[in-house]
């Protein structure tokens, strides 16, 4: 049997047992994840769609070039990537001096 599709049965049996979900978008094309990103704004989580726990995960992304390096990472897992917004706000205190502390 393929792995994409035991991949597939395994995120499937997660929604039955109602682990929840990943919001987002799915994409293949790094096009629509730059798209995504300038849409949206910094910091996104990248992911494969078809993961368990998975270090192919991404979070904290707040540049393009670190998006790209992520989709690809993730796509190494599995041809679908999602993207979606880090509500969490990880990555951006690294990124504004005052937070850091570096001035």
């Known amino acids: 049997m393929p792995v ?24 293949m094309l790094v096009k629509k994840a730059l798209e995504f990103y300038d849409s949206y704004g910094p910091p996104v989580i990248v992911e494969p769609l078809y993961r368990g726990v998975s270090r192919h995960a991404t979070s904290g992304v707040v540049t393009r070039s670190d998006l790209v390096k ?34």
């Open 4 to 27: 994409h599709i035991l991949l597939w049965l395994q995120s499937f049996v997660g929604r039955i047992l109602g682990r929840p979900r990943a919001g987002g978008q799915r994409m």
């Open 70 to 103: 992520a989709f690809y990472q993730a796509q190494d897992v599995s041809p679908w990537v999602v993207l979606r917004k880090d509500s969490s706000g990880a990555g951006n205190s690294s990124t504004i001096p005052a937070n850091s502390g570096v001035r």
